[in-house]
């Protein structure tokens, strides 16, 4: 199967065409720039750093993550399709995907646990520590991701 998509011609386009790769790579970043940007800065608020941000400014932002997060996607599947042997058996490919499917998983667990928590709190932002703790679980799953990517090349 992944033999017949790297055969494809969207495939053959990504690998082979001068802007295919450079355009959807460029995508790429981009996407993770937003997804991991946002969802980054909310998980270090909810762990006490930058208090001048109010945690419910990440409420409406968690709109924009997912929208990186469907760019991220798309270019990747797109990325994915021109070495499709390759990275089905590259174990820092393997890991990235899991990670990053916890990533926003616990991505949309902090978005309505934070939702929940400021309703409740009403004038006194009050987060509580298991929120804490999956904040800084996501933390280390995107820190994961990311280094998992950059190795895909080399292993």
């Known amino acids: 199967m992944f033999t017949w998509l790297e055969n494809t011609p969207v495939a053959i386009w990504v690998g082979v065409s001068l802007w295919g790769y450079p355009l959807l790579l460029s995508l790429h970043v981009i996407g993770l720039a937003v997804v991991v940007g946002i969802f980054a800065t909310r ?6 750093l930058f208090p ?4 419910a400014a990440f409420l409406p932002l968690g709109k924009l993550g997912w929208i990186g997060f469907i760019i991220n996607a798309l270019s990747g599947i797109l ?3 021109s070495q499709a042997v390759t990275f089905a058996n590259n174990t820092a490919f393997l890991i990235k995907i899991s990670c990053i499917v916890v ?3 616990l991505a949309g667990l902090i978005q309505s646990r934070l939702r929940g928590e400021l309703a409740a709190s009403r004038d006194q932002v009050s ?3 298991s929120t804490r703790l999956i904040a800084l679980c996501s933390l280390t799953v995107w820190a994961a991701a ?3 990517g950059r190795l895909i090349a080399y292993l």
């Open 127 to 129: 987060i509580s520590s």
């Open 146 to 148: 990311i280094i998992a």
């Open 52 to 55: 001048g941000l109010h945690p």
């Open 103 to 105: 990533g926003m998983v």
């Open 43 to 48: 998980d270090l608020r909810l762990l006490g």
């Open 79 to 81: 990325l994915f399709t």
